[in-house]
């Protein structure tokens, strides 16, 4: 069963660290961004990433998403990324748009689901920019639910799901989120939503020009 820390009565460091040893060590660990609750890791760690993939009972041909706390941070882990990757990241991060852009060198073939390309986000949500910060890289950001099942929006909802084989959830209450985050994928400046959310086409259409 997952231990379940409440961040409402602890303090915020303390859970913190807690987390990043976790992390650090392997581990993988459920906590909420601005959309639902996701399956964090070090995407670097071959033993987490498959970790991930066995609580998800995901196949292993689907890429892995990673979630950023700045667009320096994202912008080291794609390959030659286009002007249009930094207009839309610009316009939209921290928030519910992740983009889709070659991987770098940087991140290892499993994680991109042996495609090569990686899907960057930057989540508005504290807690989740404090985590990627103290654990000094990107984690990955895959909701934490069971593949093709809902999206969990409340630690219980992720305890039910996959509380028998996930170690660790951070309860820090229930997301805001109703959707989870527009997908778009780019070829040099061109931009296809691979999966509708709330940043919308006329959104994109408008930064992009």
């Not at 882990?77 to 770098?104: M, Q």
């Not at 989740?128 to 929006?153: F, Q």
């Amino acid at each position: 069963m997952s231990q379940i820390l409440k961040l409402e009565n602890s303090r915020l460091d303390v859970v913190l660290e807690h987390c990043v040893r976790a992390i650090l060590a392997g581990q993988v660990v459920a906590f909420p961004t601005d959309t639902f609750y996701c399956l964090g890791a070090d995407p670097f760690n071959l033993k987490a990433v498959s970790e991930i993939f066995r609580i998800k009972r995901r196949p292993g041909g689907r890429a892995l998403p990673l979630l950023v706390s700045s667009l320096d941070q994202a912008a080291d882990l794609a390959e030659n990324p286009p002007a249009a990757f930094f207009r839309l990241a610009e316009k939209f991060w921290p928030g519910p748009l992740t983009l889709v852009v070659p991987a770098s060198r940087l991140i290892p073939l499993k994680v991109t689901g042996n495609t090569g390309k990686v899907g960057l986000r930057w989540p508005k949500a504290p807690l989740a920019e404090a985590l990627i910060t103290a654990a000094a890289r990107p984690l990955t950001g895959t909701s934490a639910n069971v593949s093709d099942s809902p999206a969990c929006a409340t630690a219980e909802e992720v305890e039910r799901q996959v509380g028998d084989v996930l170690p660790l959830i951070l309860d820090g209450g229930t997301t805001a989120g109703t959707l989870a985050s527009t997908v778009v994928e780019l070829d040099g400046d061109s931009a296809r939503i691979v999966r509708p959310g709330p940043i919308t086409e006329s959104q994109l259409k408008e930064c992009l020009g």
